[in-house]
């Protein structure tokens, strides 16, 4: 969100609703309730993938962070274009 706003150069310390929870909610009507669990549910995710990766090679942890940031970003820009 905030390399988005510098992007379209806004003011990053002025409120906003841009965030991709906010979006998701206000502009696609989706309920709170669900958005918070898929919040909740790709957090957990993300989490046992990377408590599972500390016992890997430190060049894999830094591809495995790397791909995660590229997936991510790839959604939050897919789902903003929407």
């Known amino acids: ?8 150069r806004q003011n990053i310390f002025q409120a ?3 965030h991709l929870f906010q ?5 696609l009507n989706w309920s709170h309730l669900d958005v918070s669990a898929m919040y909740a549910g790709i ?4 989490n046992v993938v990377i408590i599972s ?7 894999h942890q830094w591809g495995l ?3 995660l940031l590229t997936v991510l970003t790839g959604v939050y820009i897919g ?3 929407s």
């Open 23 to 27: 979006w998701l909610v206000h502009k």
């Open 65 to 67: 962070a790397g791909g």
């Open 79 to 81: 789902l903003k274009r």
């Open 53 to 59: 990766a500390t016992k890997w090679e430190a060049e």
């Open 43 to 46: 957090q957990l995710l993300i």
């Open 1 to 8: 969100t905030i390399l988005h706003r510098l992007y379209q």
């Open 16 to 18: 906003h609703r841009q």
